[in-house]
């Protein structure tokens, strides 16, 4: 079935340290892969995105990879700042329904100044 | 910039009673998703609807739920009988059609089943 696996689970890094967030999704029709952050008690928001016909997408400090033969997907957040702690959720979409995201399990990054 | 909002933003109900979610899309949006989160665990399919019928639901979307766009606006979540396991935050979310897949997240509904 569909499933979306992501990892780390947790991650501690200091300000101005890079952050690697890795999730590997099992149907290979998945087209569409979204990041999204929440805070606290929010509502998930979208970061950053890819589609399936791009391997690398940046904006300023947050970049996306993917590797459709691995079928993986990764997110790169450089010269990170206490800000961007939060929980960050990967997804993908399969290609020809309705689009529902399958998310994975989130990875909470903590940010230390 | 134009949201996606919900009512109420906390729900307390004993379990047994009925409890509706509303949700606001974006005005132009064709598509609309429910999807709940228990605390400190992922973000899950519940239901799709498009076209004013479900269009996929997840095995958690049983008898006991259902959903209805009663007007050109609003978009419920019914939960029949309410159970200890429903409590979760609840996310409306809505997206446009064409070639974006984007969905736009409410802010959620906590439902606190006693």
């Known amino acids: 079935g569909e499933n979306v696996e992501q990892h780390p689970s947790t991650l501690s890094v200091q300000e101005g340290d890079s952050a690697v967030i890795k999730c590997t999704y099992s149907d290979s029709a998945s087209n569409y892969f979204p990041w999204y952050k929440q805070e606290l008690g929010k509502r998930p928001q979208l970061i950053i995105d890819i589609r399936s016909n791009v391997g690398e997408k940046k904006d300023q400090r947050i970049a996306v990879t993917l590797n459709k033969t691995a079928k993986h997907f990764s997110l790169h957040i450089t010269e990170t700042q206490p800000e961007d702690s939060a929980v960050y959720f990967c997804a993908a979409i399969r290609s020809g329904g309705y689009n529902k995201l399958i998310f994975g399990a989130g990875t909470r990054l903590a940010v230390h100044p | 910039e134009p949201e996606v909002t919900q009512t109420p933003s906390h729900q307390v109900t004993q379990m047994g009673q009925e409890v509706i979610l509303r949700c606001v899309p974006i005005s132009n949006h064709l598509y609309f998703y429910w999807y709940r989160q228990i605390l400190g665990q992922k973000v899950e399919f519940l239901v799709s609807?498009?076209?004013?019928?479900?269009?996929?639901k997840s095995e958690i979307f049983d008898d006991q739920f259902s959903v209805e766009r009663p007007d050109g606006s609003n978009f419920t979540l019914k939960i029949r009988s309410t159970k200890l396991e429903d409590s979760a935050m609840y996310f409306c979310?809505?997206?446009?059609?064409?070639?974006?897949?984007?969905?736009?997240f409410g802010p959620g509904t906590r439902l606190t089943v006693t």
């Open positions: 979310a809505s997206r446009t059609s064409g070639g974006t897949y984007e969905q736009y």
């Open positions: 609807f498009y076209n004013n019928e479900i269009s996929e």
